[in-house]
């Protein structure tokens, strides 16, 4: 399922119990067979984001999310078990108005091996909704709510194992606009930060089992963007694309479980930022980098007066040299060297390097 927009026992988020039997290292035999089916990717498409609301009175929706448990690589060669929305890391972004109304179905696939359900931090309601939405393999549950508040919200599974789910991948946004809309800009990306803990170093070939011991000492073994390592880089799906003179909105969700996002933009600046998702407040201005802790989002804009590949990533940087946080920007268009010039020598007709860095 593309981006959502216009168009068992009792979970209560915030209570842990055991983990599951994978987690303490012992795979049923059902999922060492689901090791050899691996997904062809898990990391969801930061173009797909639902078309900014255009409208000025409330609307229904009925939208359903499934839950499904798929393998995917990390990195090539690398094999993990996500626990997902739609088979993608984030989920879909759900994006409505304030004052819509929503008829929200979780569907659990009937090949999954546990139960799921969706807390939603943009509703009034017990556990955000996960109580009403649980539902064990080839279940279903509905509820109904009005968004009352606007913001950048996250949604994920809260089931009693929520820290082991939303680690796996069951996190997304659903984004509220205000009833006067946001700001128009050219581009919009959505992306979502969060950690995977498994037995084996990072790059180390073959299946890489969750390991709940890392987890419980919040040491985690890769820090992603959408499930993969360094997913949206030349390398691996493609850098994302923007040109000068535009303005882009970045959407990141944080599930975390643990570890907090410094969200930076390496050669670019947050021109307008809301923190925590705070879009009833006025943005704040020229922010290097973002705090956005686990289970909030943040709404950032840039301005692309330059050519340039903006790297996005986490300012905790050994996240970024050894764990796999990373995702770029290329925005394309005339130089413009009164802003920067990368090689005024060479413009002044000289031949000497300058200072390398």
Known sequence: ???????????????????????????????????KKAADRVAADPTDV??????????????????????AEIEEG?????????????????????????SFTMENAPENKRQHNVDMHAIYGTGGGSVATTAGPGKANSERFKAMY?????????????????????????????????????????????????????????????DAEAMLNEEPTYVLFNGEKYPYTPDRYGTMKAETGET???????????????FHPIGNVWTRAWRDGALAGQPEKYVQTMKVPPGSCMVGEMDLPVPSRIKLVDH??????????LAEIDVTGPERPEIFDPSPNKAKGRDEEGPQY
């Open 1 to 35: 399922m593309g981006a959502l927009g216009i168009g068992g026992a009792t979970s209560v988020a915030g209570c842990t119990t055991g983990l599951e039997a994978e987690a303490v290292g012992q795979p049923s035999t059902t999922l060492q067979q689901a090791q």
């Open 50 to 71: 639902p078309e900014p609301i255009d409208r000025n009175e409330p609307k229904h929706h009925d939208i359903t999310l499934e839950a499904k448990e798929v393998t």
């Open 78 to 102: 690398v094999t993990f078990n996500f626990m997902t929305f739609d088979g993608r890391v984030p989920g879909p972004m759900i994006r409505l108005r304030e004052g819509d109304t929503v």
């Open 150 to 210: 606007p913001g950048a919200y996250i949604y994920h599974c809260a089931v009693p194992n929520m820290d082991q789910h939303i680690s796996t991948g069951m996190f997304g946004m659903v984004l509220v606009e205000p009833k006067e809309g946001l700001p128009p800009v050219d581009r919009e990306f959505y992306l979502g930060q969060h950690e995977a803990y498994t037995n084996k170093p990072v790059g180390k070939q073959g299946h890489h089992s969750f």
């Open 248 to 262: 882009v909105r970045v959407f990141l969700v944080t599930g975390g479980p643990n570890v907090s996002s410094n």
């Open 316 to 325: 905790a940087l050994t996240r970024v040299t050894r764990r796999g946080l």
